[in-house]
């Protein structure tokens, strides 16, 4: 079955009982639709917004085993997740791809600290695609990296690891699972769950778009609603311990100017002790992250003043051009699903990346914390738990060798080319109906065939989806996206059969929206972010 909301909705309306029911549709929730599909279980995966909506359009796009928690001495963490690297590289080639890192260095020590690191890193990947690290002089570094800047440099070291474009991965993911047959739903919300014998048998779930509400039944049901999953353990017990501790991490994204090439830079301590990346990413330069306990979650998070400062001054230390607020096209900020620690600590760097399962005595099944690079393996591992509860029959796992939807071997030509195999679908749509080969705006490459793809085949309902999570427009470059988001919203209107009124709403919600990706005001002169003391975890 194609990715088709209203065939899916006449399906929640008919079927009786299914085997697993998935809440949320980040890298997770998605993971486990697409493991759970290719065992043969009849699945349905219900996401309150769009996939990818949370944390999972918000990362850093690193395919990786970790090069810090290497040197935190998480070993098995890091074979594990370079072993997934190895298998996203192999099964949605389109989206991920080797990326070239180069950590600078200043002396003696930390040249053979880095490259002991990294030859260990390379051990652990074992054979693979990724190139060997190595380390470069102070001239092949700076023909590297042209804008990082040259005083007091000796050379660097030189290492591989993968990216991604993560919330097109979700979107693949999507697919793949409703190609697998599963039911697949963005903007329905679950509000409840039901029970029978004390155990969970089920969920109440709202559609956001009509209001309808459901009463949908299975023999399991999987929280995997990243940094909300004790709002779904409250609904089963409202006395829960909270398992789940936020961290945000914030990026900025300049023009490619600023790094000038194709490699990425890795700063491995700064400051404050953390690590920061400037990576390329769809013709800018992506440079993050952050590390801020808080004490709330939210699907919109915001960049604090403190995070951008940081940002901005790290970046400036190693770029000769110094980033200014102006010079950032786009900030945003996700939350890490974080395995809340048994003793309260403010340091979030320290607290495990590796994922956590968790049983509830109803047999609610949850899962949080990990990292993209390894949905793949939790999704694996939930649904073992799910058999191994007798909830479902034994089936082996399928996923190590299922092809993401999409998935096509083929260097990047154009914007087209994320779209995998599906770039020849939408060159038919333009083949077959010239006007859908017109552009959107005259100063960018989108068609309109593209907006007719993402509505009838990957579930876009409004212009933040096309905009925020199919393009990426509102990451790369927030203003951009508010230049293109009427041409969008007429073809959407037109795609969704909406008025002149859907319209004008789609267009005043998302300009206001992007607004808060930038740190200027065109009206105002520079805005500042603000912040928000309360939601710092003090
Ligand atoms: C700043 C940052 C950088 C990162 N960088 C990397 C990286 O480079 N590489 C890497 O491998 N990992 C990275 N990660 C980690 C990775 O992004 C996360 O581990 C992953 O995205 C978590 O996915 P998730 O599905 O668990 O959560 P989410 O993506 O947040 O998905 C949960 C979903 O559940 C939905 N939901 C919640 N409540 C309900 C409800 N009641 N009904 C229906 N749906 C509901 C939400 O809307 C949401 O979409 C990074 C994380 C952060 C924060």
């Known amino acids: 079955m194609a990715l088709n909301r209203d065939k899916a909705i006449i399906k929640l309306k008919t079927e009786s009982k299914w085997d697993m029911i998935i809440i949320g549709g980040g890298a997770t929730g998605l993971g486990i639709a697409v493991d759970a599909a290719s065992r043969g279980f009849k699945t349905l995966l219900l996401e309150q917004s769009d996939f990818a909506k949370g944390t999972s359009s918000r990362s850093t796009k690193l395919v990786h085993g970790g090069v810090r928690y290497l040197a935190q001495g998480d070993v098995a963490l890091v074979y594990e997740a370079l072993h997934e690297r190895e298998l996203l590289f192999k099964n949605a080639a389109h989206l991920v791809k080797e990326q070239s890192f180069i950590i600078p260095v200043f002396d003696w020590f930390s040249k053979m600290k880095y490259l002991i690191g990294l030859k260990f890193y390379d051990l652990l990947a074992g054979k693979g695609n990724f190139s060997r690290s190595e380390y470069l002089s102070k001239e092949a570094v700076l023909e590297a990296i042209p804008g990082l800047n040259p005083k007091g440099l000796k050379g660097g070291v030189r290492y591989s690891d993968g990216q991604f474009d993560d919330a097109r991965l979700a979107v693949n993911l999507a697919q793949t699972a409703a190609d697998l047959d599963a039911s697949v739903l963005n903007y329905i919300k679950v509000t409840g769950l039901i029970k029978e014998n004390q155990k969970v048998a089920g969920v109440e779930a709202t559609d956001l778009e009509t209001g309808d509400s459901f009463t949908l039944k299975a023999k399991t049901v999987i929280n995997a609603t990243g940094v909300f999953v004790d709002d779904i353990l409250s609904m089963d017990n409202p006395n829960k311990a909270p398992m789940v501790r936020p961290s945000q991490g914030a990026h900025i994204v300049l023009d490619a100017s600023f790094l000038k090439g194709t490699t990425a830079l890795m700063i491995p301590k700064t400051a404050d002790g953390r690590v920061l990346f400037a990576v390329p990413w769809h013709g800018k330069v992506l440079i993050g992250t952050t590390d801020t306990p808080l004490n709330q979650h939210q699907l919109e998070p915001r960049a604090l003043e403190d995070e951008i400062q940081f940002i901005l001054t790290?970046?400036?230390?190693?770029?000769?051009?110094?980033?200014?607020?102006?010079?950032?096209?786009?900030?945003?900020?996700?939350?890490?699903?974080?395995?809340?620690?048994?003793?309260?600590?403010?340091?979030?760097?320290?607290?495990?990346?590796?994922?956590?399962?968790?049983?509830?005595?109803?047999?609610?099944?949850?899962?949080?914390?990990?990292?993209?690079?390894?949905?793949?393996?939790?999704?694996?591992?939930?649904?073992?738990?799910?058999i191994s509860l007798n909830l479902l029959p034994a089936r082996t796992c399928q996923t190590h060798n299922i092809a993401i939807h999409g998935h096509q071997v083929q260097a990047q030509k154009n914007h087209l080319s994320l779209f995998g195999t599906d770039e020849q679908n939408i060159r038919k749509l333009m083949k077959a109906d010239p006007l859908l080969s017109s552009p959107i705006h005259q100063n960018y490459p989108y068609v309109k065939a593209e907006i007719k793809w993402m509505v009838d085949a990957e579930m876009a309902r409004n212009i933040e989806d096309v905009l925020a999570r199919r393009w990426r427009l509102l990451f790369l470059d927030a203003k951009a996206a508010v230049v293109l988001a009427p041409g969008v919203a007429q073809m959407m209107a037109l795609c969704l059969n909406k008025d002149e009124q859907w319209i004008k709403e789609q267009i005043t919600s998302f300009s206001k929206l992007a607004g808060e990706y930038l740190l200027i005001d065109e009206n105002k002169g520079i805005k500042k972010q603000v912040q928000d003391k309360d939601l710092i975890n003090a």
């Open 314 to 386: 790290t970046a400036g230390q190693y770029l000769t051009r110094a980033p200014k607020r102006t010079d950032v096209l786009s900030v945003f900020a996700g939350l890490r699903p974080l395995a809340a620690p048994t003793k309260d600590t403010n340091s979030t760097k320290e607290i495990s990346r590796s994922h956590k399962l968790v049983v509830s005595s109803s047999n609610l099944i949850t899962i949080t914390g990990g990292k993209w690079t390894t949905y793949r393996k939790m999704a694996l591992d939930t649904v073992d738990k799910a």
